[in-house]
């Protein structure tokens, strides 16, 4: 890890690409998973928990791959915070959830870290062949 500290601003793009790719995957797949509850209801809670940490892992990613300098405290940090804004964006629109938070905080975390660690080695490899 990186000794420069964390990075509030790298923090809060990360918060802002996962949030706001939910809001797009929400209104993008809400009638098909309405759709697909009644027949197929785990595959519907399986797509909507893929999408999901498919974003927290392309937010990590994202973060990891632009900030300057090595870390991965930004994407994890992010995921967390970007979790709670999406349980609060659930419950104004009326989805009590939870055990999403409860649930998803150890994924949502473990997913934005994952895409970050990636991010830092595209990162590194992208200067390492740039140097050459």
Do not use: C
């Not at 420069?4 to 790719?21: C, D, I, N, S």
């Not at 998973?33 to 498919?54: N, Q, R, Y």
């Not at 994202?62 to 609060?88: D, H, K, N």
Request: charged content about 10%; cysteine-free; hydrophobic content about 55%.
């Amino acid at each position: 890890m990186s000794k420069r500290g964390l990075h509030w601003r790298w923090v809060l793009f990360g918060v802002a690409v996962m949030v706001g790719l939910h809001v797009v995957a929400y209104y993008a797949l809400t009638r098909q998973l309405v759709g697909m509850v009644d027949d197929e209801p785990v595959v519907a809670f399986g797509t909507a928990v893929g999408v999901s940490l498919g974003i927290f892992f392309v937010g990590g990613l994202l973060v990891g791959r632009l900030s300057p300098g090595r870390t991965i405290q930004e994407p994890a940090v992010a995921g967390v915070f970007g979790l709670v804004m999406v349980v609060a964006l659930q419950l104004l629109v009326g989805m009590i959830n939870i055990f999403g938070l409860l649930l998803g905080a150890p994924f949502s975390f473990a997913m934005s870290y994952l895409g970050g660690w990636v991010g830092e080695k595209w990162q590194t490899s992208s200067e390492h062949q740039a140097g050459r």
